[in-house]
Nanobody, 126 residues
Framework: QVQLVESGGGLVQAGGSLRLSCAASGRTFSSYGMGWFRQAPGKEREFVAAISWGGKSTDYADSVKGRFTISRDNAKNTVYLQMNTLKPEDTAVYYC???????????????????WGQGTQVTVSS
């Protein structure tokens, strides 16, 4: 059974940084792309970032490009999201997800991912 467990969320002031982690188990981690989505209250779940199976290709939503960095360590079965220069509009529950394929370029909809973590809350105060 595939499990994705996020950690690292919390409360931070605007301009601050957080690093989210997602530990995966139950499938060959290095064979699949990984992604992060987020969902704010009253809004749909939206794409944040994705990384290919080997880590060489990444994709970002325009709203986070230049501020967030996705990375992965296949030896540790873990994917990370480094979030810098946080803004109040970044406040949301952040979800780690496993892609259906190795490659993730253009994979920006939830249907292109098959396993999800339980989410971790990120709150950015102004």
């Amino acid at each position: 059974q595939v499990q994705l467990v996020e950690s690292g969320g919390g409360l931070v002031q605007a301009g601050g940084s957080l690093r989210l982690s997602c530990a995966a188990s139950g499938r060959t981690f290095s064979s699949y792309g990984m992604g992060w989505f987020r969902q704010a209250p009253g809004k749909e779940r939206e794409f944040v970032a994705a990384i290919s199976w080997g880590g060489k290709s990444t994709d970002y939503a325009d709203s986070v490009k230049g501020r967030f960095t996705i990375s992965r360590d296949n030896a540790k079965n873990t994917v990370y999201l480094q979030m810098n220069t946080l803004k109040p509009e970044d406040t949301a529950v952040y979800y780690c997800t496993s892609a259906r394929t190795k490659y993730v370029m253009g994979s920006r909809t939830p249907l292109q991912y098959d396993y999800w973590g339980q989410g971790t809350q990120v709150t950015v105060s102004s």
